[in-house]
Antibody
Framework: EVQLVQSGPEVKKPGESLRISCRVSGYSFANYWIGWVRQMPGKGLEWMTIMYPGSSDTRYSPSFQGQVTMSADKSTSTAYLQWSSLKASDIAVYYC????????????????WGQGTLVTVSS | DIQMTQSPSTLSASVGDRVTISCRASQSISTWLAWFQQQPGKAPKLLIYDASRLESGVPSRFSGSGSGTDFTLTISSLQPDDFATYYCQQYNVYYSFGQGTKVEI
């Protein structure tokens, strides 16, 4: 069974750094793209970034380029999303999600999702 | 980037109703479109991919259609568990989501 288990809720102050995690099981971590999606309170879904852990190839949405950093540890099958300096506008639930293809030549879509990590930023 | 527009934003329906949600892309995305269901406080759940392919384990009352720029999600007979928010997402060029359609009683 494919599972993505995210780290717990975080409460941070503005300007602090943060790294949240997404540990996967039930499939070969290195061979599937994995991404992060933001959901601000009461709002919709926004794609942030995606990485292929096998090569560390990483892509960012222009809206999030330079704002966050995605990384991965193949030895523990864990993806990470980090901030160097949090802002109040970073308050949101963050989801990790695996991406797969329907055919070898087709683009990747998100299929399995983590449970979400709530990040709160408050002074 | 590709903009996705859903309609309506909110839909009031009853158990047993046939429900249709529309999604329009700002440029052609072929059939590279997915539909997700999100219950309050839960992660999104994949329903449909490649515009019309039903994800394994998803009830057959859900169906998708369309290609190019116009797409539709249909629920043939609304069940109590189906009251939720639905999102379309294109994956032709990176990823972008519609703003969501809330299906309420």
């Amino acid at each position: 069974e494919v599972q993505l288990v995210q780290s717990g809720p975080e409460v941070k102050k503005p300007g602090e750094s943060l790294r949240i995690s997404c540990r996967v099981s039930g499939y070969s971590f290195a061979n599937y793209w994995i991404g992060w999606v933001r959901q601000m309170p009461g709002k919709g879904l926004e794609w942030m970034t995606i990485m292929y852990p096998g090569s560390s190839d990483t892509r960012y949405s222009p809206s999030f380029q330079g704002q966050v950093t995605m990384s991965a540890d193949k030895s523990t099958s864990t993806a990470y999303l980090q901030w160097s300096s949090l802002k109040a506008s970073d308050i949101a639930v963050y989801y990790c999600a695996r991406a797969r293809q329907s055919l070898d030549t087709s683009p990747y879509f998100f299929d399995n999702w983590g449970q979400g990590t709530l990040v709160t930023v408050s002074s | 980037d590709i903009q996705m527009t859903q309609s309506p934003s909110t839909l009031s329906a009853s158990v047993g109703d046939r429900v249709t949600i529309s999604c329009r892309a700002s440029q052609s995305i072929s059939t590279w479109l997915a539909w997700f269901q999100q219950q309050p406080g839960k992660a999104p759940k994949l329903l449909i991919y490649d515009a019309s392919r039903l994800e394994s384990g998803v009830p057959s009352r859900f169906s998708g259609s369309g290609s190019g720029t116009d797409f539709t999600l249909t629920i043939s007979s609304l069940q109590p568990d189906d009251f939720a928010t639905y999102y379309c997402q294109q994956y032709n060029v990176y990823y972008s989501f519609g703003q969501g359609t809330k299906v309420e009683i």
